[in-house]
């Protein structure tokens, strides 16, 4: 390790910057956020300089650099672009033994400023020890991603109730306990979102029930885990299946989403309900249900989006009613999924102005939709679950007014490795299909917008029929 990171108070300190480029603008901002009084000397600004010497955030000496200027400073930072002066600073400095950052030259300061992930009070900070500042940038973007926004509320709210938990719960085993349900269950989700006062209000809820000796509170997660790609996952949904304790899923999640699931996570397979033993006779709800009140966290893991053909609102109604807590997250619903991969707009100003998300899997036969109100010119209409049913929908569509010729996409297995596309018109796209061995999950867009594809597809190429 060529520098140990530690925090620095410099909170009412002096900071000197020497030099007045963007740079010296980036170096001051971080120094203001934490709360140092920025002294910056230079003979004249750039305009990011200038703009915070008019907002009165820094003060400024027109003047170039002279060493009688370290004697009011804590800390410095040598940003000129001239690198004379620069090391100049540095060895004053040394001398007069301040801390000193010297741009773009970080072994002849005394420190760096590393890349900064701000969720204050929790700070992090990431290093390359000056060596590739590109890829600390990177870096830093990818934590940013997993720590989410909401992290300096929840850390505040630990600080706030740290006092109280320790005077009502004696047995540090039941303190480790509770703070444990705390950061990984809701209280800490609804901080993460910004609702600090209902955070607080559950957490309260949690430590009553402590105090009770009751931790039997388990929660279910309906999460949303898109259409097949684990790349199109919510950083929400990658989250909670990473602390679920138990995970139910069906068919459609496929194998890489799943294989993100924490690691030591009970699976539960869902998917045929009649013929899978891993599953007994009660019904998903009454699992999910039961798994809870065991005060698991229960994960219920569904392709695409759970509210969209998902009967993701039937499984949390009886949640509802069971008095257990509950959370969704939306997924990347299959047309969304679909649309974009195969290169077709679901809507676009000159061809379409609305889309329709239909089943095409009916409990009668596909006839009881309302085909006349489906043909409605402008309209893409996407049918869920319509393989077995596609003669029929270009049958009945050709019956109420579309033309034979109306483009219309079948996706197979959209945004995975198996996707393919194939394209074709409601005439001709039944022989289509039938000349191909088609695997499910299947999703059928029909609409001017599928002539785009030609253009616009950038995934993989069609099958054309
Ligand atoms: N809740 C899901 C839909 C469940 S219904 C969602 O929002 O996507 C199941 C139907 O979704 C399938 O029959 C198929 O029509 C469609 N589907 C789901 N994933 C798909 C995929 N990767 N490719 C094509 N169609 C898909």
Known sequence: MDFLPLFHQVRNQTALIVGGGPVAARKAQLLLEAKARVHIVAPDLAPATQALVDKAMVSWTASVYEPALLLKADIVVAATDDRAVNHQVAADSRKARLPVNVVNDPDIGTFIFPAVIDRSPIVAAVSSSGAAPVLTRLMRGRIESIIPAGYGLLAELVGRYRKKVQQTLDSSTARRRFWE???????????????????????????????????????????????????????????????????????????????????????????????????????????????????????????????????????????????????????????????????????????????????????????????????????????????????????QLCAHGCSADMPIALVEQGTTPQHRVFTATLDTISDLVAQHDIKAPTLIIVGEVVKLHLRLNWFKPAVEG
């Open 181 to 395: 349900r705390v950061l990984n269950g809701v209280v800490a989700d609804r901080a993460m979102t910004g609702q600090g006062d209902e955070a607080a209000r559950l957490l309260e809820e949690t430590l009553d029930h402590f105090q009770q000796g009751d931790h039997s509170h388990g929660e279910v997660y309906l999460v949303g885990a898109g259409p097949g790609d684990p790349d199109l996952l919510t950083f929400k949904a990658l989250r909670l299946m990473q602390q679920s304790d138990v995970v139910l899923y069906d068919r459609l999640v496929s194998e890489q989403v799943l294989a993100l699931v924490r690691r030591d996570a009970e699976l539960v397979y869902v998917g045929k309900r009649r013929s899978d033993h891993a599953v007994p006779q009660e019904g998903i709800n009454e699992l999910l249900i039961r798994y809870a009140r065991e005060g698991k966290r229960v994960c219920r893991l569904k392709g695409g989006d759970p509210f969209i053909f998902g009967r993701g609102g039937e499984e949390i109604e009886q949640l509802a009613d069971a008095g257990i807590q509950f959370q969704v997250v939306p997924g990347i619903t299959a047309a969304s999924g679909c649309a974009a991969y195969s290169g077709i707009p679901l809507t676009h100003r000159d061809y379409s102005q609305s889309v329709r998300f239909v089943t095409a899997h009916l409990k009668n036969n596909t006839s009881d939709l309302n085909w006349s109100e489906l043909v409605a010119p402008g309209q893409t209409l996407v049918f869920y679950m319509g393989l077995v049913a596609l003669p029929e929908i270009t049958r």
